[in-house]
């Protein structure tokens, strides 16, 4: 039987200011809620400029509490108001001094559902992001959500096929990647690693990426945000390259069990020979 859900994903260039890029997101999520989604993820670090391109630190003030902080108590609400599942990619401050790459989770009710930390972190031109994070330390968590079983994976990542894996081991049925990657360094693998995951795992990913460039570096984020169901289909058509979009599309997760049936990758693991994969 079919069991469609309308899915949403928001990428977008930096305003220049904290608040007007909440608000854009605001405008976002009412956009996604009047075409019926139901779920809506948004960009790595949504409400800032990609500040890892630089090492300054006066962006730890970028940081808040989760849940306690401002900006998802104001999500809460609007969630509740609209009905829809958020997920906000965020900067978090645990205590001054332990900070996250983090994505919080609200239901359509509001309820806070819980956290995703950013485990792998990078530390190359561009993406200086271990000025700015501890790597994560939650593992990684399903959450189950007014839509179904949903988890995150953040950025870099999408380079480690050990967490796409765990995320379909504990139920995952859409995964939420969202990211902040440039032009010249990664668009072959954005075009590659998500569908390969989808298919691997057997489930949905929905890939986002902001658009621009920024006034803190040359990085230039192209965007292309979509949908890849677990045959490696875009689901309708790929976003620009360029320009602020919202994609909204049905994802049919009845395909879920009809890929699994066809391809038993779970029950042919073979756990007991994966030992050295943990070696250090």
């Not at 995964?175 to 298919?199: I, K």
């Not at 230039?220 to 599309?249: C, H, I, M």
Request: glycine share 8%.
């Amino acid at each position: 039987m079919s069991r469609v859900i309308r899915a949403a994903l928001f990428q977008t260039a930096w305003t220049g200011d904290k608040e007007s890029m909440i608000q854009v997101h605001e405008q976002a999520a009412r956009d996604a809620a009047a075409q019926g989604a139901q779920v809506l993820c948004f960009q790595e670090l949504f409400y800032g400029p990609y500040f890892c391109q630089v090492q300054d630190k006066a962006f730890y003030e970028y940081a808040e509490r989760i849940p306690e902080g401002p900006t998802v108590r104001r999500f809460q609400t609007l969630a509740r108001e609209l009905g829809i599942v958020l997920v906000l990619p965020m900067y978090e401050e645990e205590q001054p001094g332990v900070l996250y790459n983090t994505a919080a989770v609200i239901d359509a009710d509001g309820t806070y559902l819980g956290k995703y930390r950013k485990t792998h972190i990078p530390q190359v031109r561009g993406f200086w992001e271990k000025f700015y994070f501890r790597p994560g330390n939650s593992g990684w968590p399903v959450f189950d959500t007014a839509v179904g079983r949903i988890g995150v994976y953040i950025c870099y990542d999408r380079h480690f096929p050990e967490g796409w894996r765990a995320l379909g081991l504990a139920g995952a049925e859409i995964v939420f990647n969202p990211s902040a990657t440039s032009r010249g360094l990664s668009r072959y693998l954005w075009q590659l690693e998500q569908p390969a995951a989808a298919v691997a795992n057997e489930y949905f990913v929905g890939a986002i990426n902001r658009v621009g460039v920024e006034d803190l570096g040359d990085n230039d984020f192209y965007g292309t945000t979509y949908f890849v169901d677990p045959e490696a289909q875009y689901v309708g058509e790929v976003a620009s390259d360029k320009e602020t979009e919202l994609v909204v599309r049905d994802l049919d997760l009845a395909k879920l069990r009809e890929v699994r049936d066809r391809w038993q990758f779970y029950r042919d693991r073979a756990p007991g020979a994966y030992g050295p994969l943990t070696a250090p």
